[in-house]
């Protein structure tokens, strides 16, 4: 089974501060993914990262950043939190196999910035 | 722009009914397909993937794909309670990596 896993289930954090989001995957996948997601807008992609230091930008990275220093590890960084950050976070790994990869999710943060 | 459209619903079925959940793509060259099970709070899980034209069958669950009319489906059968969740559908081009979701679309089984 694969098993990815995030820092934390719940999180709250002040205006301005910076915030790490971890995610790890036990299974030795390439392929990474951080997602924010809320209501009426559905799963946005924020950052994805095929390998160790590669990173690629999604379709919403401004007030993010990314580090891939391992495989297994993927974080998702809040230079300055601002409360339209407040969401939850996903993020997910690609396991091969068929015809093209499935993504798998962790559980989620849920972030709140007050 | 490519697109995943789904109806947000809420859709209503009776328990023990079939659920028929739809999806129309914008991509003409997608290759996966994808139904994901979303509870309140909680993360998506995979339920179903399916390549080819025609049906899938997993269980309750049977994945309905056609690539000429850009529409995928997902059937569940003898609905339970336990499947009011949402469902996302989800398209991989096969050029990258990357999925692109539609917003979801919630169901509700009436006991």
């Known amino acids: 089974d694969v098993k990815v896993t995030q820092s934390s289930r719940y999180l709250v954090k002040r205006t301005g501060e910076k915030v790490f989001l971890e995610c790890v995957q036990d299974?030795?996948?390439?392929?990474m993914f951080w997602y924010r997601q809320d209501p009426g807008l559905g799963l946005r992609l924020i950052y994805f990262?095929?390998?160790?230091?590669?990173?690629e930008k999604g379709d919403i990275p401004e007030g993010y950043s990314v580090s891939r220093e391992k495989k297994e590890r993927f974080s998702l960084i809040l230079e300055s939190a601002s409360t339209n950050q407040t969401s939850m976070y996903l993020c997910?790994?690609?396991?091969?196999?068929?015809?093209?990869?499935?993504?798998?999710f962790g559980p989620g943060t849920r972030l709140t910035v007050l | 722009q490519k697109e995943v459209e789904q109806n947000s619903g809420p859709l209503s079925v009776p328990e023990g009914a079939i659920a028929s959940l739809n999806c129309t793509y914008s991509?003409?060259?997608?290759?996966?397909f994808f139904w994901y099970r979303q509870y309140s709070g909680k993360s998506p899980e995979l339920i179903m993937s399916?390549?080819?034209?025609g049906d899938k069958e997993d269980g309750r669950f049977t994945a309905q794909l056609n690539k000429a009319s850009q529409y995928v489906s997902l059937l569940i059968r003898d609905s339970q309670p336990s499947d009011s969740a949402t469902y996302l559908c989800?398209?991989?081009?096969?050029?990258?990596?990357?999925?692109?979701f539609g917003k979801g679309t919630r169901l509700h089984i009436l006991p």
């Open positions: 997910a790994c690609v396991v091969a196999g068929g015809l093209t990869d499935t993504q798998y």
């Open positions: 299974m030795d996948h390439e392929n």
């Open positions: 990262s095929y390998d160790v230091k590669m990173k």
């Open positions: 991509d003409r060259v997608s290759q996966s």
């Open positions: 399916i390549y080819s034209n």
């Open positions: 989800a398209v991989n081009s096969g050029r990258d990596d990357k999925i692109i």
